[in-house]
Structure formats: structure tokens, C-alpha cells
């Protein structure tokens, strides 16, 4: 069974709109820690923001937050006033207690038009 | 600056060749990651490294092999056993005591199977 699940393959934002990236997982355990990351074509993986399991509050980076909804095992990514920089491949991904191993979901594809 | 180093970024290999993708990190992490990169499958484990001189199988260890002698190097080799070699390998560390943060990634190397 998939751990992550992303469904959007591909997504289109005008620029300096706000956009938001689906993402669920499927855990048993209560403790974990959820990603995301961004890919450009230049292939590295860049982190963006993390959530904690526990955290009451959704995590917030900038330009970025995480609507963290825990009854529904979702993790969104929301980007705000998108820029042209932001076009890349965008992975939601999972770690559970031992910490030995993420899990990632298959990637949105954002572009972001002027 | 800290980071981690990833070469050759492009490699080719021969059907039947073992080939050696080297990752190197002055993070003073601990913990070293290989993953593998298909299109539309996001990233699967292939090997980790919590200490020198110990490594364990990911879940598509199978025709990759690793060692892992100095705190700063886990190269790993692509041997003629894995017969679908061409994908994109990313090279990760992580510092275990710092449980909130996620990965470091190198920028890749891309192998291909001519």
C-alpha cells in the first residue's frame, strides 16, 4: 500500500496566485514527521517545511505552509504569491519513529505562468 | 559551506559493467541514504548507513552493492546484476539528533545504460 499519495501529476498557477499541492499518507503509527521537497531540473532535492505529528500549530516557511489535517491523514503544501522560480517537481514524503527511511509520493509537476 | 558531493553527474555504463557512483558529505552527518529516481515513481531506498562500517538493505537493494570505511564517503557500486540500471541516484545524509529536519541531498548523478 502506498505510504504518500500525491494525485495531482501535473499543476498550472498563474504567477502571484497561491496554489495548493494534495498530499495523504497512510500510518498506524502516532508518532511520524511529514516533508516536502522541491526538485528543480537540476535534479537536487531541496527541503521546504516539515510538520511533526504533534505539532498543534501547521508549519509555516515563507512562502510555504503545511495545512496539516490529521483526521483525514493530509499534508498540503500551499505556496503563496507563486514566482516563476517555482516551477519544478514538488514530493510530499514521510518519516516514521525509527527515522531510517522516508517514504516519498510520486511527485506535482508545477509551472507556474506568467 | 557543507554539503554533499555527487559524481559523476552523468554516467554511462555498458551492459555488463559494474560502475561506482561516488557521494561525499562535510556535514559531519552520521547517517548516509541511496536513492533511486524513476519518472512517475518518486524515490525508492536502496541502501542506508547510521555508522561507518554498517549498512543496510532498502527495499530495492537487489544488484546494487555499498561500503561504508570513512564517516564521509558511501559510494556505491551498480553492479552488472541490476538489470534495470538506468534511473536518476541521489545521495543523502542526515544527522539523527536532529529528528525535526529532513534530509540533505546531493544533486545526483544520472546513469545511463547504452
Known amino acids: 500500500a502506498q505510504k504518500i499519495t500525491q494525485t495531482q501529476p501535473g499543476m498550472f498557477v498563474q504567477e502571484k496566485e497561491a496554489v495548493t499541492l ?16 522541491k526538485q528543480p531540473s537540476s535534479g537536487e532535492m531541496i527541503f521546504l517545511i516539515y510538520q511533526g505529528s504533534y505539532d498543534q500549530q501547521n508549519a509555516t516557511e515563507g512562502r510555504y505552509s ?46 507556474v505562468i506568467p | 559551506d557543507g554539503g554533499i558531493t555527487q559524481s559523476p553527474k552523468y554516467l554511462f555504463r555498458k551492459e555488463g559493467q559494474n560502475v561506482t557512483l561516488s557521494c561525499e558529505q562535510n556535514l559531519n552527518h552520521d547517517a548516509m541514504y541511496w536513492y533511486r529516481q524513476d519518472p512517475g515513481q518518486g524515490l525508492r531506498l536502496i541502501y542506508y548507513s547510521q555508522i561507518v562500517n554498517d549498512f543496510q538493505k532498502g527495499d530495492i537493494a537487489e544488484g546494487y552493492s555499498v561500503s561504508r570505511e570513512k ?44
Do not use: H
Not at chain 2, 545524509?93 to 540533505?104: A, C, F, I, L, V
Open chain 1, 22 to 37: 494534495d498530499c495523504t499518507y497512510d500510518t498506524s503509527d502516532p508518532s511520524y514527521g511529514l516533508f516536502w521537497y
Open chain 1, 66 to 111: 503545511l495545512n496539516f489535517q490529521k483526521a483525514r491523514k493530509s499534508a498540503n503544501l500551499v505556496i503563496s504569491a507563486s514566482q516563476l522560480g517555482d516551477s519544478a517537481m514538488y514530493f510530499c514524503a514521510m518519516r516514521e519513529p525509527t527515522g531510517n527511511q522516508f517514504y516519498f509520493g510520486t511527485g506535482t509537476s508545477l509551472t
Open chain 2, 71 to 114: 564517516k564521509e564517503s558511501f559510494p556505491l557500486t551498480v553492479t552488472s546484476a541490476q538489470k534495470n540500471p538506468t534511473a536518476f541516484y541521489l545521495c543523502a545524509s542526515r544527522d539523527p539528533r536532529g529528528p525535526n529536519y529532513g534530509y540533505t541531498f546531493g544533486s545526483g548523478t544520472r546513469l545511463t545504460v547504452v
